[in-house]
């Protein structure tokens, strides 16, 4: 995974500054050379896990299963005052969001001094975005949540989910701001999405997305059996699976106009307009 990982990076991103990548090892790959042409990395360990990774201006910050945080070149160690494990994390407006289990979340404005804030939710915060000056978190009993400006006073919204199996709880995997809009997805062929995270519009796929981005005026989502899918307004889906590929997708992103997404047992893929896609 981790040779993938390098060598793709290596010839289809130009980095500068140092880019650490996590995996489920705890290993953490950083690129310490500047030379667009050399690059150079470097591994280290910080802890067992490593599930959530987010940038701070020039540096980047860790955070592993055992609630701390690791950032700058030397990985020094700091508190983030968290007791669960985290799940995923979010920038916007100065602020770096982290949270997780039971709905702890942490935040800070430099990735050093971390503060913890008050449970919105007593589920699993599965996926935050930051777009139109809120940041929209969503959990895994399908409630969505919203703090303008900044994140510290979240309130939730009331969505009711229709079209679900009877008993069934809509979960809710992930979350994307692009272009104007926020689209979520979640299990049971969900996809839904809102130009101002108030009023939803629900959809029902064929497919059990289980991530999504968004970039360059789209959004990319990926799931189970090794469905990718792409929309344009968070309605109109167009399928570029790879048949032979079933692994179970789950994590995304984008940046320096490429799309990135990965899965089970160490999948890795990669494309510049999330149709064309390379393994």
Do not use: H
């Amino acid at each position: 995974l981790y040779n993938e990982l390098i060598e793709l990076l290596n010839k289809f991103i130009n980095i500068t500054k140092g880019f650490p990548v996590g995996g489920l090892a705890g290993q953490v790959i950083k690129k310490i050379s500047d030379s667009d042409f050399d690059y150079t990395w470097q591994d280290d360990v910080v802890g067992k896990e490593v599930p959530v990774i987010t940038e701070i201006g020039q540096e980047y910050a860790i955070s592993n299963s055992k609630s701390e945080i690791s950032s700058k070149t030397d990985w020094e160690e700091v508190n983030a005052n968290l007791s669960q494990r985290q799940r995923t994390c979010a920038y916007g407006n100065g602020y770096y969001v982290i949270a997780g289990a039971n709905g702890e979340i942490s935040y800070s404005l430099n990735g050093k001094k971390w503060d913890l804030l008050p449970s919105f939710s007593n589920n699993i915060i599965t996926s935050m975005a930051f777009g139109k000056n809120k940041f929209v978190a969503i959990d895994s009993e399908g409630k969505i949540w919203i703090s303008n400006e900044t994140p510290l006073d979240w309130r939730n919204i009331e969505v009711k989910w229709e079209n679900l199996p009877e008993d069934a709880t809509q979960i809710l995997e992930g979350v994307a701001y692009e272009s104007g809009r926020f689209v979520i997805v979640g299990d049971n062929g969900l996809v839904a999405f809102s130009d101002d995270a108030e009023k939803w519009e629900e959809i029902r796929t064929p497919y059990e997305f289980r991530t999504i981005v968004g970039g360059e005026g789209k959004y990319v989502a990926a799931g189970v059996d090794g469905k990718v899918a792409v929309s344009y307004n968070g309605d109109d889906w167009s399928d570029y699976s790879d048949s032979e590929i079933t692994n179970q997708y789950r994590a995304s992103c984008y940046g320096n106009g490429i799309f990135v997404i990965g899965g089970a047992n160490g999948l890795i893929r990669y494309s510049n307009d999330g149709i064309n896609w390379n393994t």
